[in-house]
C-alpha cells in the first residue's frame, strides 16, 4: 500500500490543522493506521493510532486531549485533527499502517511497514 500526507503548514499557537492521510494500492480498511512525528535530531515520536475497526484509538500522553485520529475506509484515507496547537508539536509528521500490529508494539514505528512521506507542521508562538 502506498501512503500519501498532507495538510501541513504554518499556524499559531491555540489554531488548528487537519492532516489526511490517503492510502492506495491495498486493502486499506483491514490496517491500522497511525500517525508519528519527528523533530531532527530527536527520536520519533507516536502520535496516535486508529484500529481498522475505526473505533478503537490510541494517543501519545502529549496529544492526548488535543488530537483526534480518524478513518474514512470508502475514501481509503485517515486524518489527524490537531486542535490547541502548541509549539512543541512542531515537527514533521508521518503516516503509517500495517495489518499485524498488535497491542504491545503499536506504539512502535518499526511496527509498520508502509509508511508516508512525511508532511510538515510549524507551530508558531
Known amino acids: 500500500v502506498q501512503l500519501q500526507a498532507s495538510g501541513g503548514g504554518l499556524v499559531q499557537a491555540g489554531g488548528s490543522l487537519r492532516l489526511s492521510c490517503a492510502a492506495s494500492?491495498?486493502?486499506?480498511?483491514?490496517?491500522?493506521v497511525a500517525w508519528f512525528r519527528q523533530v531532527p535530531g530527536k527520536e520519533r515520536e507516536f502520535v496516535a493510532a486508529?484500529?481498522?475497526?475505526?473505533?478503537?484509538?490510541y494517543y501519545g500522553d502529549s496529544v492526548k486531549g488535543r488530537f483526534t485520529i480518524t478513518r474514512d475506509n470508502a475514501k481509503n484515507t485517515a486524518y489527524l485533527q490537531m486542535d490547541s496547537l502548541k509549539p512543541e508539536d512542531t515537527a514533521v509528521y508521518y503516516c503509517?499502517?500495517?495489518?499485524?500490529?498488535?497491542?504491545?508494539?503499536?506504539?512502535?514505528?518499526?511496527?509498520?511497514?508502509?509508511w508516508g512521506q512525511g508532511t510538515q507542521v510549524t507551530v508558531s508562538s
Open positions: 486508529l484500529r481498522s475497526s475505526g473505533s478503537v484509538t
Open positions: 503509517a499502517a500495517d495489518s499485524q500490529i498488535i497491542l504491545s508494539s503499536l506504539r512502535m514505528g518499526s511496527s509498520y511497514g508502509y
Open positions: 494500492g491495498g486493502t486499506f480498511r483491514r490496517y491500522t
